[in-house]
């Protein structure tokens, strides 16, 4: 068979023009470090790589959200850590002070503390962020969530809802709580009291300024008949040094008739049917009266009601003690919100915990399935040079040949 020399010349030609392209890539990828210079090189590999890429990034995601609640969460300990101290020191004023050693003036001078401790309370139920961003305002972070009326009366105007961030796969953790989570209402006989009416109470208590109330025990439902579907009088003194008797006519005998015949005497007292229990039927008559010692008030059958009418006396309880239970209460809650901060901090470290072994999983596969092997790579391109110049040299001897040669 003949080789012509343009032949020649043209095969080796490709040749040196492959094994220099080979020698180029292979340079090429010990540069970047990186397996494959274009996703068309190995398509399924490029596939799984931006996979992986994606998921290597999602993981990063999440993590930076767990760092922000973190963040968030140890500010909120923080906060609750000086709440529940201060809790703790107005229960142990008002237990101190409900002693009975304790004069008019002592008691002024722990009111006095009492209310100091109170505005301290408000000022951290109104903390910010780093941001400006109230922390207990639920979602409305421009609000300020407890303001203060001319009366003194504190109100919530935050929401109860919360923001939320996405921690991992169908998983998700609330950044914030809100107000009404953290200084939460505390419930006594059915009525709701708010975390700051507590304090107030307790302070006015102390005082003697204290509002007067009571509540009745329970009744099946609002509708049930106490007296045989009779009507009925109730004899009602209000006033302590000077009392004023009253006597009411309850028209309807019930619960909520009672309520109606208090609502529409003259003794100034008010009434309203509570529930402890919003799944239940059962009712109880929650009174108020006017504020002050001089104000307190009983409430009793009169003479002539059947023996078998069911006792709906009210007398109305000791506001330094119902006080205190108040107190008490609220710091409990206080505590259980504290540590509720705590059981979510392990939450999310332990969330942390579990991103951070998944991003070095698949960062050891796509670093398997990305990086180079720089020691192999770096052999086959001494290889691949030694091969070209073997080619180089062989052209160089192969061209130089003619018949000249040979016949010589």
Excluded: C, W
């Amino acid at each position: 068979m003949k080789v012509s020399t343009s032949q020649m010349f043209l095969s080796t030609s490709s040749q040196l023009a492959k094994q220099s392209g080979r020698i180029n890539e292979l340079q090429a990828k010990i540069s970047t470090g990186e397996k494959l210079l274009s996703p068309s090189e190995e398509p399924q590999r490029a596939a799984l790589i931006n996979q992986l890429e994606s998921t290597a990034s999602q993981i990063s995601t999440y993590q930076k959200n767990l760092d922000k609640v973190d963040g968030r969460l140890s500010i909120e300990e923080a906060i609750l850590t000086s709440v529940d101290n201060i809790m703790g020191r107005i229960r142990d004023l008002s237990l101190a002070a409900a002693s009975g050693t304790y004069s008019a003036g002592d008691k002024a001078i722990v009111v006095q503390e009492m209310r100091g401790l109170r505005d301290e309370l408000l000022s951290l139920a109104n903390s910010q962020d780093s941001g400006g961003n109230y922390i207990f305002a639920g979602t409305k972070v421009t609000t300020v969530p407890y303001q203060e009326n001319a009366a003194g009366e504190v109100s919530y105007y935050g929401d109860s809802s919360s923001a939320v961030v996405s921690t991992g796969p169908n998983s998700n953790v609330k950044l914030n709580r809100p107000g009404s989570e953290v200084f939460s209402k505390v419930t006594d006989g059915g009525v709701d009291y708010s975390f700051f009416d507590v304090l107030d109470g307790m302070a006015n208590a102390l005082m003697g300024t204290a509002k007067q109330e009571t509540v009745s025990a329970a009744f099946s439902t609002s509708a049930t008949q106490l007296n045989s579907g009779d009507v009925f009088n109730l004899e009602v003194s209000v006033g302590k040094t000077t009392p004023v008797d009253t006597i009411i006519n309850v028209a309807t005998d019930t619960p909520e008739g009672i309520v109606t015949a208090i609502n529409e005497s003259s003794t100034g007292l008010t009434a309203k049917l509570v529930k402890e229990d919003i799944t239940s039927d059962e009712v109880r008559i929650y009174i108020e009266g006017p504020a002050g010692e001089e104000s307190v008030f009983t409430i009793s059958t009169a003479a002539g009601v059947p023996a078998t009418f069911p006792n709906i006396t009210f007398t109305n309880n000791d506001a330094i003690q119902r006080g205190i239970g108040r107190v008490s209460e609220s710091k409990n809650l206080a505590t259980d919100a504290l540590v509720g901060i705590g059981v979510s901090m392990s939450v999310v470290n332990e969330k942390k915990d579990v991103n951070e072994e998944r991003d070095l999983a698949v960062k050891k596969l796509i670093s398997s399935e990305k990086d180079l092997d720089y020691a192999l790579a770096v052999t086959e391109l001494s290889s691949e040079i030694i091969a070209l110049e073997a080619l180089q040299s062989s052209f160089a001897k192969i061209s130089q040949m003619s018949l000249f040669d040979y016949l010589r």
